[in-house]
């Protein structure tokens, strides 16, 4: 009996331990492919010019100089994901307005940059 639980509650930890291992190769592989990071950059700002309402805002991210946009894009990319909102799905095409989380990300993701930009300029 002893060893039946060891084994299930062995076999539970390893399952859990190679999902983690699955997902910190997933964040971090493609973020080390420079390529892979300019194109998402590139569409992460093109997306945000497309389709932020604030347009001050989708201006002040284009005139970041391109570490920044990445950064930025990459911070957002996490935060969403954090919270089960897929921005590269966003960014790889126009999501439709009747998906039920289109409007939240966009929302989530205008409040997210408007917020850095503000830590920023109180930074500078």
């Known amino acids: 009996m002893i060893k039946q ?11 859990e331990f190679v999902g983690d291992i699955g997902d910190w190769a997933h964040d971090n592989v493609s973020r080390l492919r420079g390529r892979d990071r300019k194109a998402f950059t ?4 093109a997306w945000s010019r497309q389709c932020f309402a604030d347009r001050e805002l989708a201006a002040w991210i284009a005139e970041l100089d391109d570490g920044s946009q990445t950064l930025l894009g990459e911070r957002l990319e996490h935060f969403c994901r954090d919270f089960g909102l897929d921005l590269a799905r966003a960014l790889d095409g126009p999501l439709s307005a009747d998906e039920p989380l289109a409007q939240a990300l966009l929302q989530v993701a205008e409040n997210y940059c408007r ?4 830590a920023a300029e109180c930074s500078d």
């Open 42 to 45: 590139s569409r992460f700002v």
């Open 5 to 15: 639980y060891w084994n299930s509650a062995v076999a539970a930890d390893l399952r």
């Open 115 to 118: 917020a850095s930009r503000h």
